[in-house]
């Protein structure tokens, strides 16, 4: 619509302005601006209350007359604990089950079994530990050179961690939920 020439779009309605965006679905309409305004008080609620709430909007405002608005996977599903873990901690190297470091020597089945780690409790182990160029990321990995010198991890997160290695390995590292591309 930004593109029309002004004579030729439609009107807006009252509260929408012309730096804002304005979205119509049938008779539902939905005014939004980008601009930021002075953060007061509450700015932090309100930053945190505004996405979810517009984005609920959004999902309203695109349904068919008369079909309820379909909940897309995103929002139907928390992200996983060990998605959320791995994103924290793999994904610099590990992203989408590669390996940048290693060719390979990365998270798909086939190299996975031919390096020996395809169980969860050999993915668990070098989570652990570490190898080689895999740091360890284990509260009690020994020696000091083969550990993070980052953040260690508890071992029930080491647990999910593998389990979700695993599970993502086994369907060919399928996008994880809440991935923004």
């Not at 119509?24 to 930021?36: F, M, N, P, T, V």
Request: proline fraction near 11%; aromatic fraction near 8%; charged fraction near 20%.
């Amino acid at each position: 619509m930004l593109g029309l020439p002004s004579a030729a779009r439609p009107p807006l309605p009252p509260r929408c302005t012309s730096s804002s965006f304005f979205i119509r679905q049938g008779r539902a309409a939905i005014c939004g601006s980008l601009k930021q305004e002075r953060p007061g008080p509450t700015a932090p609620f309100a930053a945190a209350a505004a996405a979810p709430l517009f984005a609920a909007a959004l999902l309203v405002a695109s349904a068919p007359p008369g079909l309820p608005a379909a909940t897309p996977p995103a929002f139907a599903q928390p992200v996983s604990e060990g998605a959320a873990l791995f994103r924290k901690a793999c994904i610099g190297c590990h992203d989408m089950g590669g390996n940048i470091l290693q060719p390979g020597a990365t998270l798909f089945l086939k190299d996975l079994e031919r390096n020996g780690v395809a169980t969860e409790e050999e993915l668990y182990n070098i989570t652990y530990y570490g190898k080689g160029r895999m740091p360890g990321f284990g509260e009690k990995c020994t020696p000091r050179g083969q550990c993070t010198f980052g953040p260690r991890l508890s071992e029930d997160d080491i647990k999910l961690l593998a389990s979700f290695v695993k599970s993502q390995a086994e369907n060919g590292w399928p996008k994880i939920e809440g991935d923004g591309d």
